[in-house]
């Protein structure tokens, strides 16, 4: 169920409510993270082969998916953590350094954090699925001198995100 403004061209939908659990494996101290979509968080330790995965942090989280209006194509983001803002990075980071240029501008850095793909270092989004995300954020701003720009992980967040350290900003969901 779309529950947007019209003259809008991307709505939510398919909003799913649950839970984003970071876990380790304590025999080897490997990291993960993954949606639950169920109405309790996973607390639970569980058995894979040898391994021994325990859930390390849970929060409540939600999935999304963007319709294009003018397509009527729907755009799935089951890879997508979250938004990380700028300010939430250690003022060493990147990310915090362009954020803070980016802030005198009246831009407001956000970094698409995707759930790990197993291998290498993490996975981006495709460049369709920024554009409709940035359009989608930017179009509902109140205020029409700031901007929202997403950017894909070049930076390596999602390994922070994978090691516990979940970052936010709830101002990005007022659009103040």
Same mark, same amino acid.
């Given at each position: 169920?779309?529950?947007?403004?019209?003259?809008?061209?991307?709505?939510? !939908?398919?909003?799913?409510?649950?839970?984003?659990?970071?876990?380790?494996?304590?025999?080897?101290?490997?990291?993960?993270?993954?949606?639950?979509?169920?109405?309790?968080?996973?607390? @639970?330790?569980?058995?894979?082969?040898?391994?021994?995965?325990?859930?390390?942090?849970?929060?409540? #989280?939600?999935?999304?998916?963007?319709?294009?209006?003018?397509?009527?194509? !729907?755009?799935?983001? @089951?890879?997508?953590?979250?938004?990380?803002?700028?300010?939430?990075?250690?003022?060493? #980071?990147?990310?915090?350094?362009? %954020? *803070?240029?980016?802030?005198?501008?009246?831009?407001?850095?956000?970094?698409?954090? !995707?759930?790990?793909?197993?291998?290498?270092? %993490?996975?981006?989004?495709?460049?369709?699925?920024?554009?409709?995300?940035?359009?989608?954020?930017?179009?509902?701003?109140?205020?029409?001198?700031?901007?929202?720009?997403?950017?894909? *992980?070049?930076?390596?967040?999602?390994?922070?995100?994978?090691?516990?350290?979940?970052?936010?900003?709830?101002?990005?969901?007022?659009?103040?």
């Amino acid at each position: 169920m779309a529950i947007e403004s019209p003259g809008l061209r991307y709505e939510m !939908t398919g909003v799913r409510q649950g839970w984003v659990v970071i876990e380790h494996e304590i025999r080897t101290k490997a990291k993960r993270a993954y949606f639950s979509a169920g109405p309790a968080s996973p607390i @639970d330790e569980y058995r894979e082969g040898s391994d021994v995965w325990t859930p390390a942090e849970v929060a409540q #989280s939600f999935r999304f998916d963007l319709r294009d209006r003018e397509t009527g194509e !729907t755009i799935p983001f @089951d890879e997508l953590l979250g938004l990380a803002f700028w300010g939430s990075c250690p003022p060493t #980071s990147p990310v915090y350094e362009l %954020g *803070d240029i980016a802030q005198e501008q009246r831009i407001s850095i956000y970094v698409a954090v !995707t759930f790990e793909a197993g291998v290498g270092p %993490g996975f981006n989004l495709q460049a369709r699925k920024l554009r409709a995300l940035n359009q989608y954020y930017n179009e509902r701003l109140r205020d029409r001198g700031k901007k929202i720009l997403i950017l894909p *992980d070049l930076f390596g967040l999602y390994r922070e995100f994978s090691y516990g350290h979940v970052m936010m900003d709830l101002g990005l969901t007022a659009m103040e």
